[in-house]
């Protein structure tokens, strides 16, 4: 059983930073892609950033440039350091691990930027 285990999160003011993990453990080999996710409240799950296994990154605009993701294949497990954080970027963040068969979620880690 493959297990994504998150932390990381919590309240921060505007213009802070915090930084999230996500480890993988259990029955998961040649992992791929690996990324975060986030939902807001009232909002539908959006594309934060996603990282392949060769390195390249894929981000959205909205945290481009204040958000950097990284990854440590050796310990099956993905960073997301978010600074500048802004009120907006209040949401739950998830993390998705996608191996050569199957894409896992993780339980999610609540993030909240305050004014």
């Known amino acids: 059983q493959v297990r994504l285990v998150e932390s990381g999160g919590g309240l921060v003011q505007a213009g802070g930073s915090l930084r999230l993990s996500c480890a993988a453990s259990g029955s998961i080999f040649s992992i791929n892609t690996m990324g975060w996710y986030r939902r807001a409240p009232g909002k539908q799950r959006e594309l934060v950033v996603v990282i392949t296994s060769s390195g390249s990154t894929n981000y959205a605009d909205s945290v481009k440039g204040r958000f950097a993701i990284s990854r440590d294949n050796a310990k099956k497990t993905v960073y997301l350091q978010m600074n500048s954080l802004k009120p907006e970027d209040t949401a739950v963040y998830y993390c998705?691990?996608?191996?050569?068969?199957?894409?896992?979620w993780g339980q999610g880690t609540q993030v909240t930027v305050s004014s």
């Open positions: 998705r691990v996608e191996s050569t068969r199957l894409a896992y």
